[in-house]
């Protein structure tokens, strides 16, 4: 793949705030049309990367490159051809939707009557249309999220950036901005999203790396990193809080792998059953016992030795 | 979509940024426009009338003032002082939002539009702001017989560029700031001084000998010279052509240390 091909690729890319190291070299490509994760818990540089491809940070060191241009030299031309829906809503809570759609377009240079049938039509796919004249203070998360990603839409971009884009949403509201995403990246969008919520990586992106303290410990599919790093399922079993640990030996061997967490062992194996059975069979018997399918919540817990705090 | 747009970018950009306060300004025009006629003349009737009457009957008042009156006098400094009003508490909190709490500025910086645009968006809006006080002030003006004059025109622009010789310098410092709790020691420490100080009730020779150098430093004070010297005449053109030179170059640096620190705010 060739460099002009992939909206981004970076190689190398550093960035520093005085002594702080957010990001320390990591290697990334893009491909067009892709879904592209980052992963990672609060402070893993996610948002300093986003910040880098999203040209309003520069790299301190390493190569970066967006539709093949410098975002430092070609910032302009760059963003010109984005859409990012940022961490926190930056709307004017005081306009009504349609005027803060209609002044973002104009950041574009889009004309008066296009940016005004535009907004119409995202406002549609957003399922807004009845918010137009709303002002913006009294719309529910999800609907200023939606607002959000309307707005970023607005120039038909190449390239949509999302930077944790369902944190803060209750279960239906993030579904709904799921739904959209998905219809998005079927038109050919190339996505690139930061989050923290494990189940929303799986659902929304073909690839992605899993970023701990500013470096990248894993790369691939959410499927293949599964099959990859952890068992097809997970027994969760609870001895009561604090006494887990102690169970370690009773249950050695009735997986591949166990996890000890403060509240609940995981046991990843092939067969969850056929590991309860195995438990019950040496007459063990936690307090609550649970089977379910492996997810990057697991991949996480197995590269870095913690869970991701929601 | 259907509807499909050119990636483009503007050489507008300052009026982009405008388009923003633009609409919040048209909302509340008329309030700001009455805001700065009822100001003034409570100024003119508290100060003008009632000091000016005291002034005028006393001995000394001819020498210090001439043949103008004192509600004169003190009518035409309105033009630069209250402009001076509005616009720094404009460069303050209103300039704020855009970093903080509305986050306004960060949206405009993931479009094609740049720190550079932001800054001459922000003063596009400074000056209308800046001429709608001042006209404002000038049309009360023209009510008395005192300071009717042609020069009222010219003088509401500097009024204008006086406000924007104080708004572009704060806005650049108001960038650098995370909190706004400093920004009332700015008018009380600030600007209320300069209020007091920069020749607008008394001329400058007033004040002892070691302060008058000070007042030569405010923009203010060279604001008060012009707008009077416009209005009342008096005011030799070297000199009228001195005071604008120094507005102008409290604008220029407010521009330039504006553009880097909006940059540096904007693009950590």
Known sequence: MDAIASPVVATGLVKQFGDFTAVAGIDVEVAPGEAFGFLGPNGAGKTSTMRMIGCVSPPTSGSLRIFGLDPVADGRQIRARMGVVPQLDQLDNELTVMENLVIYGRYFDISRSDVKAKAKELLEFVQLTEK?????????????????????????????LLDEPTTGLDPQARHVLWDRLYQLKERGATQVITTHFMDEAEQLCDRLVVMDGGLIVAEGSPQGLIAEHVRREVLEVRFGYGRNIEMMPAVDGVGDRIEVLPDRLLIYTDDGDASLSELHRRQIVPESALVRRSSLEDVFLKLTGRTLVE | MNVTVQHRISSWGPSRVYLRDWIYFKRMWWSVLIGSIVQPLMFLLGVGLGVGELVDQGPEAANVLGDTSYFAFYATALLATTSMFVLAQESLWPTMDGFTWSNAHQAMISTPLNATDIVFGKMLHYAVRGIVTSGGVALVLALFADTRSFGLIPAAFVGMLTGLAFAMPIAAWTATRTTDNSFPAILRFGIIPMFLFGGAFYPIEQLPTWLQPVAWCTPLWHGVELCRGLVLGGLSLGAGLGHLAVLLAFIAAGILAARVTFERRLRP
């Not at chain 1, 709303?134 to 971009?157: F, T, Y």
């Open chain 1, 132 to 160: 137009a004249g709303s002002k913006v203070d009294p719309l529910s998360g999800g609907q200023k999220r939606r607002v959000s990603i309307a707005r970023s839409l607005i120039n038909d971009p190449d390239l949509l």
